[in-house]
Nanobody
Framework: QVQLVESGGGLVQAGGSLRLSCAAS????????MGWFRQAPGKERELVAA????????FYADSVKGRFTISRDNAKNTVYLQMSSLKPEDTAVYFC??????????????????WGQGTQVTVSS
């Protein structure tokens, strides 16, 4: 059974940093794109960053470019999201997701078949 378990969320002041972790288990994740989505109240879930497991391709939403960095540790089956220079508008529930995606990384939630339970990130002004 595939499991994605996020950790590292919390409350931080604007300008601060947080690192989210996503531990994956239950299968081999080669060829899987791993992504971090977020969903704020009243808004649609959006892809923030993604990385292909083996090829090292990455995607960043324009709103986080230069502030967030996605990385992965294949030996630990773990994906990280380093978030810096956080803004109040980054406040959301952050979800880890895995999708068997070939070709360009897609932002469509339907392409990601496995999801974590989410972790809350709150940025105070």
């Amino acid at each position: 059974q595939v499991q994605l378990v996020e950790s590292g969320g919390g409350l931080v002041q604007a300008g601060g940093s947080l690192r989210l972790s996503c531990a994956a288990s239950g299968r081999t994740f080669s060829n899987y794109v791993m992504g971090w989505f977020r969903q704020a109240p009243g808004k649609e879930r959006e892809l923030v960053a993604a990385v292909s497991w083996s090829a090292g391709r990455t995607f960043y939403a324009d709103s986080v470019k230069g502030r967030f960095t996605i990385s992965r540790d294949n030996a630990k089956n773990t994906v990280y999201l380093q978030m810096s220079s956080l803004k109040p508008e980054d406040t959301a529930v952050y979800f880890c997701a895995a999708g068997l995606i070939f070709g360009p990384i897609t932002t469509m939630t339907s392409a990601y078949g496995h999801w974590g339970q989410g972790t809350q990130v709150t940025v105070s002004s």
